[in-house]
């Protein structure tokens, strides 16, 4: 069998070039691999910064405004007594009498409701001693000025009491803290508070 020349050098010639492709491979194979799809580099981004804490409003004292929706409330005074012929306070304890003045500045009416006869936890008012405790206000009102479930009107006021039962000790120590709750039920954690003392006098 006779085979054409041109045949058998294009045969050679494919020969050769597949040889070059095998070997070029063995060689050089990252030439063959498929190309990887480009990675943008790192990002360097900075750390987040922190939202700081809320601070706790500081702390008020006997005689200072406290805002409230624009409701003033101001502890003017407080009295103690240890009861009188019809009531008596406990044994070590002491009747804490404290004057509250509220002005609504809200443009509206406001519902002033004591709720002196509240369930706990559900109080507006407490008085906290120095053992933690909580005190709620007692129904007992020796000097009949105890402030009233009214309406406020704008620029209305009412001046009246609310009495608590605690130690005599924090008295004498000055720890007693007087805590106005607006909304115990629904905000629980909206509380003004104020130390029952006269605010310090600098530079004295």
């Known amino acids: 069998m006779i085979v054409q020349r041109p045949l058998v050098r294009l045969v050679a010639s494919l020969a050769a070039a597949v040889l070059a492709v095998a070997l070029l491979y063995l060689w050089q194979p990252g030439w063959f691999a498929a190309p990887s799809s480009a990675q943008p580099p790192p990002q360097h981004t900075a750390p ?4 700081p804490a809320p601070k706790a409003p500081a702390l008020a004292y006997l005689g200072q405004e406290r805002r409230v929706d624009n409701i003033a409330v101001t502890p003017i005074s407080v009295t103690y ?4 012929g019809t009531q008596q ?11 509250v003045l509220f002005v609504n500045h809200s443009g509206h009416d406001w519902v002033l ?11 507006s008012f407490y008085l906290v001693d120095s053992l933690g405790e909580k005190n709620p206000p007692v129904a007992f009102d020796p000097f009949r000025t105890r402030l009233r ?6 620029n209305g006021r009412q001046q009246g009491s609310v009495t608590f ?8 120590a000055h720890t007693l803290q007087f805590e106005y709750y607006p909304s115990p039920v629904f905000d629980a954690n909206n ?5 029952l003392v006269p605010p ?3 530079g004295r």
């Open 48 to 51: 987040p910064t922190p939202t």
């Open 81 to 84: 007594t240890h009861g009188n």
């Open 89 to 99: 306070a406990n044994h070590g304890d002491i009747y804490a009498i404290v004057t």
């Open 113 to 123: 409701s004591p709720n002196f006869n509240c369930i706990l936890p559900l109080c």
């Open 149 to 154: 479930a009214v309406i406020l009107q704008d």
């Open 165 to 172: 039962e605690v130690p005599e000790h924090d008295v004498v």
């Open 191 to 195: 509380v003004r508070t104020w130390l």
């Open 200 to 202: 310090p006098k600098h």
